[in-house]
């Protein structure tokens, strides 16, 4: 290790273009972190939020700052000699971000909570890919829908990042998937296992989607929640998952007779270890659909504003 290292920062909010090279500190570790050498790193919305200074209820970093929450590598340092991370195990896990320096960067200090072993089956590139995804799909499909047989669930956005693992985790604990999806995307949404897919570019899914029990709303724009109310059941639940403004939404779904509410995702890596599990069985599968160099994130950036990419970004860091 060296005292400095590669990084991608920002010094003000704005566009792609603010994302700057740079050479800044190596993290140390602190208490009970686990400091780790960056082999690859996921792009999120969150990452495109927090750089336009936009990430409301999620927090938006102190500038300057590294961005990226994703990260699969190698350790580096424990906590102590008889932790069960130890130096040169493969990882992956969630950064603290907005609270603490991103994944952008060639080393990463996290609390040992957050991280677990990679899943053996994946490189660093495709397990950088699922941490923050996965660990939102989990908990919406998971904890909050408690996805179980007989259940229909609408998914909007299927072939997104968070998407493509909630259509996968909700038809693996029994539930009937309904989703929406590009004409491109829908045979592969089938295979991930939704039962039915919306062409949302020449269908209305209100028109053709049959009362369901849950809708998981994945996508930036209040209307797509607000017509998912059609279609929700009495005493039904709308769960909302984007960083966007939902005033009057939790109201009108009340007058609708039907529950709702948002999702923040929690860093545990004891699920990180389950769904490693799932990914290395064969159950779940991730989907990366480009990767860039670190000196490229912004163009990562700019791909994933301008929407309708399948699965996940990621950025390659160093070799395996």
Not at 15 to 38: C, D, F, K, M
Not at 72 to 82: E, K, L, R
Not at 84 to 92: A, I, M, S
Request: with cysteine; charged share 20%; hydrophobic share 45%.
């Amino acid at each position: 290790m060296t005292s400095t290292m590669r990084a991608v920062v920002i010094s003000e909010n704005g566009g792609p273009e603010v994302l700057t090279r740079a050479q800044i500190s190596t993290p140390s570790r602190q208490g009970s972190e686990v400091l780790v050498r960056v082999v690859a790193a996921g792009v999120n919305p969150f990452d495109v939020e927090a750089r336009n200074g936009l990430a409301g209820r999620c927090g938006s970093p102190e500038l300057p700052a590294v961005l990226g929450c994703d990260f699969s590598g190698v350790v580096v340092q424990s906590p102590y000699a008889a932790h069960p991370l130890r130096p040169g195990q493969e990882v992956y896990g969630v950064a603290s971000v907005p609270r603490a320096a991103g994944t952008y960067a060639e080393y990463v200090s996290v609390p040992a909570l957050q991280v677990t072993r990679k899943p053996k089956s994946l490189s660093h590139v495709e397990a950088a890919g699922v941490p923050l995804a996965a660990l939102t799909a989990w908990g919406v499909v998971v904890d909050v829908a408690k996805a179980h047989d007989g259940q229909r669930i609408l998914i909007h956005a299927g072939a997104g990042g968070v998407g493509h693992f909630a259509v996968q985790f909700a038809a693996y604990f029994g539930a009937h998937v309904v989703t929406t999806g590009s004409t491109r995307n829908s045979s592969w949404l089938r295979q991930l296992g939704a039962a039915q897919v919306v062409d949302y570019t020449a269908q209305r899914f209100e028109a053709e989607v049959e009362a369901v029990d849950v809708v998981i709303d994945l996508v930036a724009d209040p209307d797509v929640a607000r017509r998912s109310l059609q279609v929700i059941r009495p005493g039904g639940l709308l769960i909302h998952v984007p960083v966007t403004d939902t005033t009057g939404l939790a109201e009108e779904a009340e007058s609708a007779g039907v529950r709702f509410t948002d999702y923040a995702m929690a860093p545990d890596a004891t699920c990180l270890a389950v769904i490693a599990r799932l990914l290395d069985s064969g159950d779940v599968s991730v989907y990366v659909d480009d990767v860039y160099d670190l000196d490229d994130v912004a163009d990562a950036h700019r791909l994933l504003e301008r929407g309708h990419t399948r699965g996940k970004l990621v950025v390659k860091i160093a070799e395996d």
